[in-house]
């Protein structure tokens, strides 16, 4: 019993909130002009045969612009992947290959440790196809950057905005990058562009969620939301550096490669039981907060069909999933591919196709 104490913090513990925020503070609704974007994930591929274990890698934001839709395997080499990105002439010609260049790596295992080809060019782990994914992400959100905005714009990610799949400092460059480009954006043409991140889940909130109830965090008439500072990040993370961010780094700790964002607690909602949230936003910005905050609660108003939660994020998903017809012609091209590849009589696949492997999964349909 001793030993599960240390996992329910009691209120003693809950001392990141200031008595004079204690029940947060309040957030006033902006007009800025909210974006999402957001990639498929396994749990969109719905497939029910699938000996390759292709990937769908795509892309799309909340006005359905489709930046990426690439097929992959884990039995992809490497090295196909890597001349994806890039022209005969060396140029980049993939969102990915120009992040890669601004880097100044010229293949896959030199961005992330996690993609590593064997001695006959296939990935060791199938799990590479995640990180792959999740660099292409940073990718778009990299070159989403460089283009032009009509309006002060609010970028909402799919996620928090710290990441452990780049090799070395890279991370960090990549964050340098992109303050340098929402600043050019105000120099050029005097537009403030805005980043946050969204999780559906976080181990800070799930850690501290008792303790804020006792205390009454967040249990307001109006939406709200408090900072979480660093040091109480840590001890809800096992490894600590995914909550060290600059700030800490100064302070004489290791140095930040993994954290871009700073996290709040917020509550979207007007009454007193509606969900928080945990809120990443871009370090260079926090002093922004209640205009970046203001924005994405004018967005989550209107949220459905999750009530007060970003609606252009819900927006993104929806956009995002592959399903009915766009799912039957990927399953047909996989036929296709199973026929091309063992050379099967026509009418033994065509036979395979109609049969039933699970009759009673119908019921379920």
């Known amino acids: ?13 809950l001392r990141f909130v200031e008595h004079r925020i204690l029940d947060g503070r309040f957030i006033r609704a902006g007009v800025t002009t909210s974006i999402s974007l957001v990639g498929t994930d396994g749990g969109n591929n719905q497939l029910q045969f699938d000996p390759f274990l292709i990937q769908l890698v795509r892309v799309v934001d909340s006005s359905n612009n489709e930046y990426c839709l690439e097929a992959v395997s884990p039995t992809t ?7 994806r990105q890039f022209a005969a002439d060396g140029s980049a010609r993939t969102a990915l290959g120009e992040m890669m260049a601004f880097l100044g790596v010229e293949s896959l295992p030199a961005l992330s440790h996690m993609i590593r080809p064997t001695d006959k060019g296939k990935p060791v ?5 995640q990180v792959y994914r999740e660099l292409v992400e940073w990718a778009i959100l990299f070159a989403i950057l460089k283009k032009d905005f009509g309006t002060d714009t609010l970028i909402i990610c799919d996620g928090l905005l710290r990441s452990k799949v780049f090799a070395k400092d890279l991370f960090q460059r990549l964050l340098q990058g992109m303050k340098d480009r929402i600043e050019a954006q105000w120099s050029k043409s005097r537009r403030r562009v805005y980043l946050a991140g969204v999780a559906k889940h976080s181990k800070v909130l799930s850690r501290y969620r008792l303790a804020m109830a006792l205390e009454g965090v967040l249990q307001t008439d109006y939406p709200a939301y408090v900072e979480v500072p660093r040091e109480v990040e840590e001890q809800a993370y096992v490894w600590s550096e995914f909550a060290r961010g600059d700030d800490r780094a100064g302070e004489g700790g290791e140095i930040n490669k993994f954290v871009g964002g700073k996290m709040f607690l917020v509550k979207f909602g007007s009454h007193r039981r509606d969900p928080v949230w945990p809120v990443d936003i871009f370090v260079p910005q926090v002093g922004e907060s209640q205009i970046i905050l203001g924005s994405m609660l004018a967005d989550a108003i209107n949220g459905f069909p999750v009530p007060h939660y970003p609606h252009c994020l819900q927006k993104a998903h929806e956009n995002a999933a592959l399903v009915d017809f766009d799912f039957n012609i990927l399953q047909d091209f996989i036929y296709e591919g199973v026929r091309s590849s063992l050379g099967v009589d026509a009418g033994t696949l065509d036979a395979f196709q109609l049969q039933d492997a699970d009759p009673a999964q119908r019921r379920y349909e």
């Open 125 to 129: 782990s199938p799990s590479w196809v």
């Open 77 to 83: 080499p490497i090295q196909k992947l890597n001349e």
């Open 1 to 13: 019993m001793q030993g599960l104490g240390r996992e329910v913090p009691p209120r003693a513990q």
